[in-house]
């Protein structure tokens, strides 16, 4: 299966300021996802990322709060915009893992806005 | 819409013995696969398990075992001669088949400690 590179692995931001995640994927794949896991909670689909389209976001998530870039197969990255404290979270990145069924997911990245 | 439910918060067993966790799901698709993930401390998303709808023959892996009940949509995940490496979050997770980049719905969790 794909194996998922993703970074940084934690960051401490500034309210109102922007932070991007990056997952680099080890092979190509065709979708990407990315969720938002809050503290004790599940994981909550943000969007799909397709390589060459824009992102199809879930209900509660729009593109201006989170940006995401799929350039390639092998790459994409969610930004998370003018951040407020309610937007700390774990934020995991996964893919599909090329003709195994499930998905490989990304170390994911702790962030705390203060 | 499917739905995934985990009706057992939080379980703790003492090392070596077996525990189940329960998972229930809500779909009107006849074709689906079930996973079963498990999140350390460390974070890391890992698949433990999974099942093919279309198969009656429960999973196994090693000491992990499912008891999928299709008609009652029940997807229990049975651990057996438990390590103290098993202390983790667990989810159920319901895909539909099919469409191979559909997303995977997770149940809300069960919070599974191994005492020594």
């Known amino acids: 299966s794909a194996v998922i590179s993703q970074k940084p692995s934690r960051d401490i931001c500034q309210r109102g300021t922007s932070l991007t995640i990056q997952c680099q994927v080890d092979?190509?794949?065709?979708?990407m996802f990315w969720y938002r896991q809050q503290p004790g909670q599940s994981l909550t689909l943000i969007a799909t990322?397709?390589?060459?389209?824009?992102?199809?976001?879930e209900s509660g998530f729009v593109i201006d709060k989170f940006p995401i870039s799929r350039p390639n197969l092998t790459f994409s990255t969610l930004t998370v915009s003018n951040m407020s404290p309610e937007d700390s979270s774990i934020y995991l990145c996964?893919?599909?893992?090329?003709?195994?069924?499930?998905?490989?997911f990304g170390s994911g990245t702790r962030l705390t806005v203060v | 819409a499917q739905t995934v439910t985990q009706s057992q918060p939080e379980m703790s067993v003492q090392e070596a013995e077996t525990v189940t966790l329960s998972c229930t799901y809500d779909?009107?698709?006849?074709?689906?696969?079930l996973f079963w993930y498990k999140q350390p401390p460390s974070r890391q998303m890992i698949l433990v398990i999974r099942?093919?709808?279309?198969?009656?023959q429960n999973a196994t892996e090693n000491r992990f075992s499912v008891n999928f009940q299709k008609a009652a949509k029940s997807f229990s995940l049975k651990i057996s001669d438990s390590q103290l490496g098993d202390t983790a979050m667990y989810f159920c997770?319901?895909?539909?088949?099919?469409?191979?980049?559909?997303?995977?719905?997770f149940g809300k969790g069960t919070r599974l400690h191994i005492l020594p």
């Open positions: 996964s893919a599909d893992g090329q003709g195994i069924y499930g998905y490989t």
């Open positions: 092979s190509q794949v065709t979708m």
């Open positions: 990322a397709n390589q060459g389209s824009e992102a199809t976001y």
């Open positions: 779909t009107s698709e006849n074709n689906y696969y």
């Open positions: 099942q093919e709808a279309y198969k009656q």
């Open positions: 997770a319901f895909m539909k088949q099919g469409i191979r980049d559909d997303k995977i719905i």
